[in-house]
């Protein structure tokens, strides 16, 4: 069982670049989110999904989109890299939005993607 | 906004001492809170939860407490181990904003040997 695995694990782009972070998870979980991780800044959250073909903003959308077209994949784009956008990327995903009484809320994280922009 | 905080940014122990890891929050809505733990360049992998109607959960050589009262949570550690080295990140949560949490800056534990 993979769980949530992140492609790429690290990339360097140039100021204005365009990329894509994947996020696949093997879970058949309905929540996928989206983490930064910056130094004394502790995991801010970018965007979410509660399920294929809905996504909603987080804390720090700005500069980032998100699509989830299949239960299993959730990708993050860069449209124009800007230095602001260096950090680390967590995915995470949980069995659902909404918690049940007796669910554990726990979100199951990808290993990172360490993006530098210059 | 919500806030989550820690009161020490950093901690070293000697191995075989209990660990006592602190957490702040500001949300009197918050009703759910998981401890995660995250070694270094890998994501963070969950400790212990608890729901605001429990006081104490205890797990594996780790127990959380929660206080209410001063909107207070602790982890603490038993028999530090150097494999406990890690940074440690309280998350909280509340019924309005199903399952986004908010994570504290973490704490970044030292075992020493």
């Known amino acids: 069982n993979a769980g949530v695995t992140q492609t790429p694990k690290f990339q360097v782009l140039k100021t204005g670049q365009s990329m894509t972070l994947q996020c696949a998870q093997d879970m058949n979980h309905e929540y996928m989110s989206w983490y930064r991780q910056d130094p004394g800044m502790g995991l801010r959250l970018i965007h979410y999904?509660?399920?294929?073909?809905?996504?909603d903003q987080g804390e720090v959308p700005n500069g980032y989109n998100v699509s989830r077209s299949t239960t299993e994949d959730f990708p993050l784009r860069l449209l124009s890299a800007a230095p602001s956008q260096t950090s680390v990327y967590f995915c995470?995903?949980?069995?659902?939005?909404?918690?049940?009484?007796?669910?554990?809320?726990?979100?199951?994280f990808g290993e990172g993607s360490r993006l530098t922009v210059l | 906004g919500e806030s989550v905080g820690l009161h020490l940014p950093t901690l070293s122990v000697q191995e075989g001492d209990n660990s006592i890891i602190n957490c702040a929050y500001s949300?009197?809505?918050?009703?759910?809170f998981i401890w995660y733990k995250q070694e270094s360049g890998k994501g963070p992998q969950f400790i212990i939860d608890?729901?605001?109607?429990?006081d104490k959960r205890q797990g594996q050589r780790v127990t959380v407490l929660l206080n209410k009262t001063v909107k207070h949570l602790s982890l603490q550690i038993a028999a530090t181990q150097p494999g406990d080295s890690a940074v440690y990140f309280c998350?909280?949560?509340?019924?309005?904003?199903?399952?986004?949490?908010?994570f504290g800056t973490g704490t970044s534990l030292t075992v020493i040997p």
């Open positions: 949300n009197s809505a918050s009703d759910y």
């Open positions: 999904s509660v399920g294929a073909g809905i996504t």
């Open positions: 995470a995903s949980s069995y659902s939005y909404f918690r049940a009484a007796g669910d554990t809320g726990e979100l199951f």
């Open positions: 998350a909280e949560n509340n019924p309005h904003t199903g399952n986004q949490f908010y």
């Open positions: 608890i729901r605001s109607n429990m």
